[in-house]
């Protein structure tokens, strides 16, 4: 089974040239890319009568005219009154129920009792020699 680089290296010479590239891509071995090649888009002849002359009407001419005189009425008077006095009512009074206190009792702490320490006694540094 030949591999696709053996199928476009006609000659077998290890080498794609130009030429074995565009017969590979459908091409004339003197042809150049692009002309003729797949995805190329087909000449295209349309055919119609010979051109004619257009002609077009002048465009209307523009009619304008003044805006209209606006009249405006003067703005209506305001009458504002004072806003009436705020009544606020009492804060109702505010009663707490609760027992009554109770008395606390406490034991006597117990009594305290020292002693006197021992008395140290040191003994007598030994003597240095050098």
């Known amino acids: 089974m030949a591999t696709a680089f053996d199928?476009?290296?006609?000659?077998?010479?290890?080498?794609?040239?130009?030429?074995?590239?565009?017969?590979?891509?459908?091409?004339?071995?003197?042809?150049?890319?692009?002309?003729?090649?797949?995805?190329?888009?087909?000449?295209?002849?349309?055919?119609?009568?010979?051109?004619?002359?257009?002609?077009?009407?002048?465009?209307p001419a523009a009619m304008y005219s003044a805006a209209p005189a606006a009249t405006y009425a003067s703005s209506p008077t305001m009458t504002y009154s004072a806003a009436p006095a705020a009544t606020y009512a009492a804060a109702p009074a505010v009663a707490y129920a609760s027992t009554a206190p109770s008395t606390m009792a406490y034991a006597a702490p117990p009594a305290a009792s020292y002693s006197v320490a021992p008395a140290t006694t040191y003994a007598a540094a030994p003597a240095m020699t050098y």
């Open 7 to 59: 199928q476009i290296d006609a000659n077998h010479d290890g080498v794609i040239s130009r030429a074995e590239f565009n017969a590979m891509m459908g091409g004339a071995p003197g042809q150049t890319m692009g002309a003729g090649i797949m995805g190329a888009a087909p000449a295209v002849t349309y055919a119609s009568a010979a051109p004619t002359t257009m002609t077009y009407a002048a465009a």
